[in-house]
C-alpha cells in the first residue's frame, strides 16, 4: 500500500451543503490530487497540489475547491454539493519527476476513494 | 477529442486465454506509460509502467509502447478468474506530473 487515506470513505449530504473530503499520505510525496470517477468519463482531475499551498485546477474544477496546509493533508471541498456531484472521488499521490528515468515514483499512486451522493 | 482513447469493453475471455488491452494517444509528447487494476468499490493499483517506448515484462504481463503509432498495449498470458477487473492507461510528460488517462476497459475472465 502506498501510506493513502481518504476519509470520509462514504457520504450521502443534500444539495447545496458544503462538503470537505480529506485525503493524508505517510510518503512525504511532493505531488497529490484529487480526481472523480464516474461511468464512461474514467477518471478526471479537479485539482492537483505540487506542495504546500501551492495548488492549481485540474479539467473539472468548477464548483471544487482545495488546500493543503501541510505536506501530507490535502482537503477537497465542494462549496455548495450538487446532484452533479454524486461521484467516487479518488486522492493519488506522486513524487516530482525532475529528470527522466525509470524509477517507480514517477507514477502515481491511489487512495482507496470516498463515495460521495448528494440527494 | 481525448488526448488518450480506450475502449470500454467489457471484454470477455475464458480462462487461460491471452488478453490484450490498448489504448491510443495523440500527444506525442508522452513519455511515461502506466497501466493500472481497478477492481470493483476499490481504488486504481499500478500494474505496470514503462518508459519511452519498448516492452517489459512482469510475470504473466507484458505492457508495450510503439511511440510511432501512438499505442501502447499490456498483454496478459495464462488469463485467471482474479484478472476479472477494469484496466486503465494512463501516461504523462517528462517533468509534467500531470497524468492522463484512458475511461478504462473492463475485462471479465470466466472459469
Known amino acids: 500500500d502506498a501510506g493513502i487515506t481518504q476519509s470520509p470513505r462514504h457520504k450521502v449530504t443534500e444539495t447545496g451543503t458544503p462538503v470537505t473530503l480529506r485525503c493524508h499520505q505517510t510518503?512525504?510525496?511532493?505531488?497529490m490530487y484529487w480526481y472523480r470517477q464516474d461511468p464512461g468519463h474514467g477518471l478526471r482531475l479537479i485539482h492537483y497540489s505540487y506542495g504546500v499551498k501551492d495548488t492549481d485546477k485540474g479539467e473539472v474544477s468548477d464548483g471544487y475547491s482545495v488546500s493543503r496546509s501541510k505536506t501530507e493533508d490535502f482537503l477537497l471541498t465542494l462549496e455548495s454539493a450538487t446532484s452533479s456531484q454524486t461521484s467516487v472521488y479518488f486522492c493519488?499521490?506522486?513524487?516530482?519527476?525532475?529528470?527522466?528515468?525509470?524509477?517507480?515514483?514517477?507514477?502515481?499512486?491511489f487512495g482507496p476513494g470516498t463515495r460521495l451522493l448528494v440527494l | 477529442q481525448k488526448e488518450v482513447e480506450q475502449d470500454p469493453g467489457p471484454l470477455s475471455v475464458p480462462e487461460g486465454a491471452i488478453v490484450s488491452l490498448n489504448c491510443t494517444y495523440s500527444?506525442?509528447?508522452?513519455?511515461?506509460f502506466m497501466w493500472y487494476r481497478q477492481y470493483s468499490r476499490k481504488g486504481p493499483e499500478l500494474l505496470m509502467y514503462?518508459?519511452?517506448?519498448g516492452n517489459k515484462e512482469d510475470g504473466r504481463f507484458t505492457a508495450q509502447v510503439d511511440k510511432s503509432s501512438k499505442y501502447i498495449s499490456l498483454f496478459i498470458r495464462d488469463s485467471q478468474p482474479s484478472d476479472s477487473a477494469t484496466y486503465l492507461c494512463?501516461?504523462?510528460?517528462?517533468?509534467?506530473?500531470?497524468?492522463?488517462f484512458g475511461s478504462g476497459t473492463k475485462l471479465n475472465v470466466k472459469p
Open positions: 514503462t518508459y519511452s517506448s
Open positions: 500527444n506525442s509528447a508522452f513519455q511515461y
Open positions: 510518503e512525504n510525496h511532493r505531488y
Open positions: 493519488a499521490i506522486s513524487e516530482s519527476t525532475g529528470q527522466g528515468g525509470t524509477a517507480a515514483w514517477e507514477t502515481q499512486y
Open positions: 494512463a501516461m504523462k510528460k517528462s517533468n509534467f506530473n500531470k497524468f492522463y
